[in-house]
């Protein structure tokens, strides 16, 4: 048996049931391609009149973005009444695909799942192949909400009284994630908030310094923090409650009373103390080890999850989520470096020893953190010593031996110690959840400063004032590139394509065009500014390649689109979403014609050649 | 466990679990197949067998904690269920509820299939739950995909235009701004309806105005750093479509900055696929702005949806043993379409049919 039904099968087994027209999800454009190929000698034709149908929707469409009337797909469309609808194709395809769906004119569109949002068109039936989607490099399973979502365009009101989501497997499905999609109810969605330069700096200009905390505050992710800080609140009421029979005794602060004198006790006493064969500064960096630390092994990075001590060797060990996902075991004396930096996590009684949610928010905070952290200052005792004679008090000193509650103290030292714990972990994460945004602000600050954009009092400098204008990705680099006066002299071509190639962000491989050995050795000159930066901002891919995309059809006014396709194997659509992409950057840099009108200029020169054939088609 | 054993093991477990034991240990793990990705995983289980049979355990041991265990992928032989012993997803059928109805055919699942008469258009109750209450505040709207959200945004906009107040609708990506450019010329008239991207503005003095949201965002920090640029003095109502991208990782931040910097003289209507928790929404809104914010939900689809089965054979079934959904019920599945999947994971994975 194939691993998938054949897209004829498919098609024919729709029609049979009178479940068209079907939006079929697919888990790649290269199956969607492959799909539409699957029709190149098919016989399953349409009806004349239909097949007439599509052609006058088709010509309208046409007359409208000329760029689509040679698409190479337009004969199986008409015949069959199948097309492709992904992100490799034009908008102006895509709008064709869209419109020929309205008018009910298709039986099938074979679509890829990443842009179900993009997706803007509903269907009788819906096909899915698939439980996971391609997220950030790595395939996540579906969510209920994009399952519903997907689900969703089955059915068209006013056309259908009934939709049909139909799964199909295909050797990637679980089958368990669609059927609890389709029966569940959405998750809760949670807020992303990033603090960016940008953002800063536009927040600075507006307001002073002391007010920003009160509008981060109105924030959604402050809203959310406030949540989970109110929920910490509640339990530490509930501590406040458990804590009452442990109140002051004899002496007020009884529990660290014991505590000190139970410690002594046991070191006077004659047997040999627990020998750990674990040397001083293990010890000591154990203590700190707490779920949430951040901490370095070597060069990679990671965040503590718990701290155990193993079985038999009874040596200390931590779990620890490291960047990239991994949940590791190690020994606490792998640990090359303990931050000061503690993350939110919430435990969780079993592996991973704290939530899912929590897993996903401690690697996107990790990944955020800055190159270098502050290590925390831990203080080393020498060797496994007894406290000194000076410091230690005798046994002659505590009160305890001889105290009336002394029974009491050592019955309840164990549970009130832990509750006590417990009351201070939870005080610390309450005050790191009402603060946290506003110490990343500061970190932003603190670099914005340090760059010169921000005064000590952190108003904007006189560059300040431009870099506010830059508000896209890798804004750093590009303010950093124009005080470097990186672009002087740059041709339009060689401005665009820089902008281009950080710009992009897919590491997607193919065949290109060359670059030009000016542009070449400009962008080794950006990589090495982004390399400086990369401890404040990551740096973009820079690809060379991609340069030489939008370089061509910047510097040669008079290559056709379909010339520019063929120098190249990347799609159609991502050859357009490079320039628009770019476009976009070029028109931030012509915001900035006041202090920079040579650049400004070059830019807005760029964008009138960028801004020709299929790039003039949409607004 | 012997290499074979941890094989059969590792075949047994669905893709998405093996991806997770791949995290961390096997580079661009998500390129592969189940196959390949087996193949790979017990070839990186040298370095380290212990630590790897015990993530392994761990992993399935959080899956069988997961509410509903999917249907084990096991020979017809070994499935009996055993409803005292603690539920194990690979050997042992989940607890589910016996149906005492039997499972629906075909014929009936696909029943009723077919095209509505045409009616006249009259909004739903909670469309217009959702333009009144635009008149005493701002409004989040989260109902599921294919409800008519369109009408209430045009609806409300048609009220704001009438007042003389400008309107801003976002969109999250380009192409939906361009396809409602379209379809709102088409409504209001082509004179009153612009459309602004970062290099471009056409009518930009219409007093409907379409944009990304990331430009509205640009617009509002360029108002608060004292430059006016669009008329935001006669801002009566901006419109967010798709606004559970609030949640995107990218760009969610975008969606915050433009509800916590919008004037306080406009409303601000939220329209959202079903999200979990659009009563947070609406309450943090109330919180930051000036007028209470009203949530208008409803969760039952307006064309009801059935789920089905199609096996790579061209054999339909129905995929639950309902008509509709089962909500609250994913294991509730029809028996064809159990036994089909079953037998398509036995046959398309080699190792679990040696046995
Ligand atoms: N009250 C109604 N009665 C009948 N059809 C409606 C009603 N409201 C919306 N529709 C139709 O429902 C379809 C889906 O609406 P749309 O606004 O696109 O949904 P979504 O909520 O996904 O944005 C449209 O064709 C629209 O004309």
Not at chain 2, 241 to 255: F, H, K, L, M
Request: glycine fraction near 6%; proline fraction near 8%.
């Amino acid at each position: 048996m194939p691993p998938s039904i054949h897209p004829i099968d498919l098609i024919l087994a729709l029609r049979d049931k009178h479940l068209t027209p079907a939006i079929v999800f697919l888990t790649s454009r290269r199956a969607c391609d492959e799909a539409m190929q699957a029709f190149d000698h098919s016989q399953i034709l349409l009806p004349p009149p239909r097949q007439r149908a599509i052609a006058d929707v088709l010509d309208k469409v046409i007359a409208q973005y000329p760029s689509i009337a040679e698409h190479p797909l337009i004969p199986t469309v008409q015949r069959i009444g199948v097309a492709a609808h992904h992100a490799g194709h034009l908008p102006s395809w895509k709008i064709a695909v869209e419109e020929l769906m309205r008018h009910g004119c298709l039986d099938a569109v074979f679509a890829t799942t990443t842009l179900a949002a993009g997706v803007d068109f509903p269907a009788r039936t819906v096909i899915i192949t698939q439980s996971s989607i391609r997220k950030s490099r790595d395939f996540m399973d579906l969510t209920i909400g994009e399952v519903q979502q997907i689900a969703g365009r089955a059915g068209r009101r006013g056309k259908d009284l009934v939709g049909f989501a139909i799964v199909t497997p295909s050797p990637y499905i679980d089958l368990n994630v669609l059927t609890k999609g389709f029966t569940g109810h959405p998750e809760a969605i949670n807020s992303q908030f990033v603090i960016s330069y940008p953002m800063v700096l536009n927040l600075l200009k507006a307001h002073p310094l002391d007010q920003i905390q009160p509008i981060l505050a109105k924030s959604f992710a402050q809203f959310q923090l406030n949540q989970r800080a109110e929920v910490l609140e509640r339990k530490l009421d509930d501590l406040r409650d458990q804590m009452e029979p442990y109140g002051p005794r004899v002496c007020t602060d009884w529990i660290t009373e014991w505590q000190t004198f139970d410690h002594v006790r046991r070191q006077k006493s004659h047997r040999a103390p627990v020998r750990r064969h674990e040397p001083p500064e293990v010890a000591a960096r154990f203590h700190f080890l707490t779920p949430g630390r951040v901490v370095a092994f070597g060069r990679t990075r990671g965040v503590v999850l718990r701290q155990y001590r193993s079985k038999g060797q009874k040596s200390p060990m931590i779990t620890a989520l490291r960047l990239g996902g991994g949940i590791t075991e190690s020994p606490a004396s792998t640990v090359t470096e303990v931050s000061d930096r503690v993350l939110d996590c919430v435990d969780a009684p079993v592996y991973p020893w704290c939530t899912p949610e929590s897993v996903e928010e401690l690697l996107h905070h990790l990944e955020e953190l800055p190159g270098r952290l502050p290590e925390l200052p831990i203080l080393i005792p020498k060797d496994d010593e007894p406290i000194p004679d000076a410091i230690v008090q005798t046994l002659g000193d505590f009160a305890c031996p001889t105290c009336p509650s002394r029974s009491a103290c050592q019955r309840d030292y164990p549970v009130a110690s832990k509750l006590r714990q417990e009351q201070h972990r939870h005080v610390k994460s309450i005050q790191a959840l009402r603060t946290s945004l506003w110490h990343r602000f500061q970190e932003k600050i603190d670099v914005l400063q340090q760059f010169g954009y921000l005064t000590p009092t952190a108003h904007l400098t006189e560059d300040g004032e431009w870099a506010r204008l830059i508000r896209i990705d890798h804004s750093l680099l590009i303010t950093e590139l124009l005080r470097a006066e990186a672009f002087n002299g740059a041709d339009p071509a060689m401005l665009a394509a820089v902008m281009s190639s950080i710009a992009h962000d897919d590491d997607r491989p193919g065949a290109f065009p060359r670059v030009s050995s000016g542009l070449a050795s400009l962008l080794g000159q950006v990589r090495k500014l982004a390399a400086s930066l990369s401890p404040h901002e990551d740096p973009p891919l820079l690809r060379a390649d991609i340069a030489a995309v939008t370089e061509r059809w910047i510097g040669d006014p008079g290559l056709t689109w379909i010339g520019l396709c063929k120098s190249t194997t990347m799609a159609e659509g991502d050859i357009y979403r490079l320039l628009a992409r770019t476009l976009e950057f070029l028109s931030q840099l012509h915001t900035l014609k006041a202090t920079h009108p040579g650049l400004a200029d070059t830019a807005s020169r760029a964008i009138a050649n960028l801004r020709r054939g299929v790039l003039e088609e949409l607004p | 466990m012997t290499t074979q054993e941890l094989e059969q093991l590792l075949a047994q477990q669905p893709i998405a679990l093996l991806h997770r034991l791949a995290r961390g240990r096997v580079q661009r793990h998500f390129r592969a197949g189940k196959r390949r990705l087996i193949e790979v995983l017990l070839r990186h289980s040298a370095e380290n067998r212990p630590g790897f049979e015990s993530d392994l355990m761990t992993l399935i041991g959080e899956q069988q904690a997961r509410p509903s265990p999917p249907p084990p992928p096991q020979t017809p032989a070994a499935r009996k269920p055993k409803p005292s012993a603690p539920q194990r997803r690979t050997t042992h059928r989940p607890v589910e509820p016996e149906s005492h109805e039997p499972a629906i055919t075909l014929s009936s699942w696909l029943e009723g299939l077919g095209v509505p008469p045409t009616k006249a258009f009259i909004p739903d109750a909670w469309q217009e739950d959702a333009i009144e209450k635009l008149r005493k505040g701002d409004v989040v709207v989260s109902v599921p995909t294919g409800s008519g959200k369109t009408y209430v945004a045009v609806e409300a906009a048609r009220r704001a235009i009438a007042e003389n107040r400008t309107v801003i609708y976002t969109s999250p990506l380009k192409a939906l701004s361009n396809t409602k450019y379209t379809e709102f010329s088409k409504i209001f008239g082509p004179d009153q309806v612009g459309i602004l991207t970062g290099d471009r503005r056409d009518n930009g003095q219409a007093p409907l105005l379409i944009m990304t949201t990331e430009i509205l965002r640009n617009l509002l920090y360029d108002a608060g750093g004292g430059e006016i640029d669009v008329r935001l003095d006669t801002l009566g109502l901006v419109i967010l479509d798709e606004s559970q991208y609030i949640a995107d990782p990218e760009r969610g931040v975008v969606w915050e900055e433009t509800i916590i910097f919008c004037p306080s003289q406009a409303r601000m209507l939220l329209l959202s696929a079903s999200i979990g928790n659009p009563h947070d929404i609406a309450e943090w809104i109330t919180s930051i702005r000036p007028t209470p914010c009203h949530l208008v939900r409803h969760t039952t689809r307006t064309v009801p949806l059935r789920a089905g089965y199609l096996h790579p054979n061209g054999k339909l079934t129905p995929l639950f043993r309902t008509v509709g959904i089962p909500h609250g019920h994913p294991s509730y599945l029809h028996t064809e379409a159990k036994r089909l999947f079953i037998q398509y994971e036995d046959e398309t994975l080699p190792s679990r049919s040696r046995r």
